[in-house]
Every structure is written in structure tokens, then in C-alpha cells.
């Protein structure tokens, strides 16, 4: 009798290390999911205005925050103002700077579009350059957004000329919560205005 009563005594203490063993793994298991799972959430990547990937977190976006901001601008505004006379070229580049700013810059776009502007590049099959001088990213009320001012030249290029054009723009920077590989840096261009597009010179263009 007491060998029996012995023999549960293990099975029971064998059984209760097993269930305590389990549970442990189990635990720990889903500690270190939750873990993963905070580190990836705060890993990102960042762009640096000549486009390469940084590796970055969520503690030192502030830091970065100037940085990140010149390199979305910098994409949007050549998306948007360096093309080939191609409609299929200008539609493309289209689609990919809309997911950097919001209807203001479509707005914009479309102001073009009923002038002729796009109509008459093809047209006359005028290839379009932007060169960037200067991007001033500047702190805003709302910690949720930046202001900023684009400053640079774009060059119209016919196939005898070149015409040389301001490109200033104004507008704001939403910081949104999640980034996309069509936004990596997870802002938003909004408020966005071409407040001077003038003719500064045209000449002949010499190969």
C-alpha cells in the first residue's frame, strides 16, 4: 500500500513539475513575443536626402526629424517637377508623389493641367529638371506638424532652349503615426502652395 501511495506521490510531483514547466515556457514565450514585438514596432527606416536607408527607432525620430523632412520634400518636389515630355511618365510620377502630400498638392496639379502646361510640354517635347537650393523646415505650434519653404530652379529644356524658372513653395509637414513603402518617412505634405513659378531667363541651350 504505501509503495502505491509512493508511487503517486512521483506521478503527482512529475505531473505538477511538468505543468509548472509548461506554464514557464509559456510565459516566457509570450514575453518574448510582446518583446519582438515593441522592438519591431519601434525599429524604422530612414531616408537621408541623397536617399540612402538608415537604420533608426522611434526614440531618435525627433532627431531626426530634419532630416527626414528635407529627404520627403526633396522627393515630392522632384517627383512632382522632374519629368520627360511622356504623359505616361507625368501620370506616373503622379501616383507616387500623392502619397506624400495631400489634395493641396493635387489641386495644384490639376490648376496646371487646365492651364495647358502639361498639354503643351508634350507637345513641344520639353523635358523639365528641378535643382534644389534650399529647404527650410521650421518647428510649428502643433507638434504634430513643421512648417517649410522650397526654394529652387526649374529647367525647362527644348531641344534649342532652356528656360529657367523659380520654384518656391510653401506648406506644412504632418508627422503621421505609421510609415508605408510608398511613405517611408510617414509624413504628409498638406496646406502646399507654388506661391512663385516665374520666368527668370531663357536662352539657347548649347550640347
Do not use: C
Not at 523639365?128 to 519653404?149: G, H, K, Q, V
Request: glycine share 4%; aromatic share 10%.
Amino acid at each position: 500500500m504505501k509503495n502505491i501511495q509512493s508511487a503517486f506521490s512521483y506521478v503527482r510531483l512529475f505531473t505538477l513539475i511538468i505543468v509548472i514547466g509548461s506554464l514557464t515556457i509559456t510565459f516566457y514565450s509570450v514575453y518574448r513575443m510582446n518583446e519582438i514585438s515593441m522592438l519591431s514596432k519601434q525599429q524604422m527606416l530612414i531616408l537621408d536626402p541623397s536617399g540612402n536607408v538608415l537604420n533608426g527607432s522611434l526614440s531618435s525620430r525627433a532627431a531626426n526629424l530634419m532630416v527626414e523632412g528635407t529627404s520627403h520634400l526633396t522627393k515630392f518636389h522632384k517627383l512632382f517637377f522632374d519629368f520627360d515630355p511622356e504623359r505616361e511618365v507625368i501620370s506616373s510620377n503622379k501616383e507616387k508623389w500623392s502619397y506624400l502630400a495631400d489634395k493641396s498638392a493635387v489641386v495644384q496639379y490639376e490648376r496646371m493641367e487646365e492651364d495647358g502646361f502639361f498639354q503643351n510640354i508634350i507637345a513641344g517635347s520639353i523635358s523639365s529638371r528641378l535643382e534644389i537650393e534650399d529647404i527650410e523646415i521650421t518647428p510649428s505650434d502643433n507638434p504634430n506638424y513643421l512648417n517649410f519653404t522650397f526654394n529652387g530652379k526649374q529647367q525647362l529644356m527644348r531641344s534649342t532652349s532652356i528656360t529657367t524658372r523659380n520654384v518656391i513653395t510653401t506648406g506644412k509637414i504632418r508627422i503621421l503615426d505609421n510609415r508605408t513603402i510608398n511613405n517611408p518617412h510617414g509624413f504628409m505634405i498638406v496646406n502646399w502652395r507654388i506661391v512663385n513659378n516665374s520666368t527668370i531667363n531663357s536662352g539657347k541651350r548649347y550640347e
